[in-house]
């Protein structure tokens, strides 16, 4: 089981608005900055929001990150096709004294 | 822009060790954080270790204390993770991730090499 929990699953249709939650605690996510990551089926993962919210070269500004005291998310707008994939939060534990993944959540777009 | 390049996959019986390779360019490797995620079949990630190839600095996820052991040449830009004692259940696709410029005291993974499945098996 995760320390940092994602529903397993979430869907939306073309053009929603979508949110994905991450929820953690005060050794993660109430302390340290959250990652997004986006896996593609087939595909190694990719960085999608680095330090909470922001958005390495190249992504959409569809997607955007937030943080708020032990849980973090992540909004997809416009929600297209290609954007059906499995998406992972990460954080620093310091309890664990290591990096701590959520469970992933498997986004399809219906 | 840093690429990773990992080795092919590998079949290991039960008991045995595995060593898997990554290979950076486009970087400066020596002050990078080289990181390693395994993902089981079906699975989520796990974060397994890091190592900053400079100063020779490991950090190991618990889980995997003293099972894991993550080498780096500077001479060949390679970064390696050796994982021992190895179980059906280390079945996994293993991806080697840079954690950019050590300085900068985060874990975020960027890029990612294509990933090396090590399938144990008897």
């Known amino acids: 089981q995760s320390i940092l929990t994602q529903p397993p699953s979430a869907s939306g249709t073309p053009g929603q608005r979508v949110t994905i939650s991450c929820s953690g605690g005060?050794?993660?996510?109430?302390?340290?900055?959250v990652t997004w990551y986006q896996q593609l089926p087939g595909a190694a993962p990719k960085l999608l929001i680095q330090?909470?919210?922001q958005r390495p070269s190249g992504v959409p500004d569809r997607f955007s990150g937030s943080r708020s005291g032990t849980s973090a998310s992540l909004a997809i707008t416009g929600l297209q096709s290609e954007d059906e994939a499995d998406y992972y939060c990460?954080?620093?534990?310091?309890?664990?004294?290591?990096?701590?993944f959520g469970g992933g959540t498997k986004l399809t777009v219906l | 822009q840093v690429q990773l390049v990992q080795s092919g996959a590998e079949l290991k019986k039960p008991g045995s060790s595995v060593k898997v390779s990554c290979q950076a360019s486009?970087?400066?490797?020596?002050?990078?954080?080289l990181n390693w995620v395994r993902q089981a079949p079906g699975q989520g990630l796990e974060w397994m270790g890091r190592?900053?190839?400079?100063?020779?600095?490991?950090i190991y996820a618990q889980k995997f204390h003293g099972r894991v052991t993550l080498i780096a040449n500077e001479s060949t830009t390679t970064a390696y993770m050796v994982l021992g004692s190895l179980r059906r259940d280390d079945t996994a696709i293993y991806y080697c991730?840079?954690?950019?410029?050590?300085?900068?005291?985060?874990?975020?993974?960027?890029?990612w090499g294509q990933g090396t499945l090590v399938t144990v098996s008897s």
């Open positions: 005060s050794s993660n996510i109430g302390t340290n900055i």
């Open positions: 330090n909470d919210n």
């Open positions: 990460a954080a620093w534990d310091d309890s664990m004294n290591g990096v701590e």
């Open positions: 190592i900053i190839p400079y100063f020779n600095s490991t």
């Open positions: 486009g970087g400066t490797f020596s002050l990078d954080t």
């Open positions: 991730a840079s954690g950019g410029y050590y300085g900068l005291g985060t874990f975020q993974f960027d890029p």
